[in-house]
T-cell receptor, first 112, second 117 residues
Framework: GEDVEQSLFLSVREGDSSVINCTYT??????LYWYKQEPGAGLQLLTY?????DMKQDQRLTVLLNKKDKHLSLRIADTQTGDSAIYFC????????????FGAGTQVVVTP | EAGVAQSPRYKIIEKRQSVAFWCNPI?????LYWYQQILGQGPKLLIQ????????DSQLPKDRFSAERLKGVDSTLKIQPAKLEDSAVYLC???????????????FGEGSRLTVL
């Protein structure tokens, strides 16, 4: 099974906030990431957070990290139809370089 | 800047047949990855190259899967013979040493979707 767990589906109305949650297992992970995958496209890095931070904000995106509970969340403010996609949480694999463990992805559907 | 190119985008084969996927990474990217993404799951690393050398192929089913990157640029991933459970999207990604690779800056191609009947 996946070491990184996410809920599979989220439906949100346009203009509302979306919150996508993720739990990971490796407490020694240095970085945690959110990737976005639009239909028929590859994954694109959306944002990341260092493990020594608890929050990072980037325009409409807010990443919260609770290292004690190994919980990561992504909040998208003022969700737009263009935000409809699959969002993957990922953690870096310790003692490696460029290796990541991905969650199964959360499909976000934005309705008008 | 051109992105990671992959072909074919779609392939349908019968079990026990063979298939090959091609990837051209972003120019100058030394590290190349092949990931397998089964429907409803996250990408799983199959193999990682640094230039033309293999860094990690621990999750590559070597009895049927092979990959090469002979000149340190393009790469091919081959499956022979294919099984039903190989149906997946095969994603190629590349990254640049000294860039943000350690922070997650993988650049992915659009993927090659394989259906094995």
């Amino acid at each position: 099974g996946e070491d990184v767990e996410q809920s599979l589906f989220l439906s949100v109305r346009e203009g509302d906030s979306s919150v996508i949650n993720c739990t990971y297992t490796d407490s020694s992970s240095t970085y945690l990431y959110w990737y976005k995958q639009e239909p028929g496209a590859g994954l694109q890095l959306l944002t990341y957070i260092f493990s020594n931070m608890d929050m990072k904000q980037d325009q409409r995106l807010t990443v919260l990290l609770n290292k004690k509970d190994k919980h990561l969340s992504l909040r998208i403010a003022d969700t737009q139809t263009g935000d409809s996609a699959i969002y993957f949480c990922a953690e870096s694999i310790p003692d490696s370089w460029g290796k990541f463990q991905f969650g199964a992805g959360t499909q976000v559907v934005v309705t008008p | 800047e051109a992105g990671v190119a992959q072909s074919p985008r779609y392939k349908i084969i019968e079990k026990r047949q063979s298939v090959a996927f091609w990837c051209n990474p972003i120019s100058g990217h030394a590290t190349l990855y092949w990931y397998q993404q089964i429907l409803g799951q996250g990408p799983k690393l199959l193999i990682q190259f640094q230039n033309n050398g293999v860094v990690d192929d621990s999750q590559l089913p070597k009895d049927r899967f092979s990959a090469e990157r002979l000149k340190g640029v393009d790469s091919t991933l081959k499956i022979q013979p294919a099984k039903l459970e190989d149906s997946a999207v095969y994603l190629c990604a590349s990254s640049s040493p000294g860039g943000l690779a350690g922070l997650g800056e993988l650049f992915f191609g659009e993927g090659s979707r394989l259906t094995v009947l």
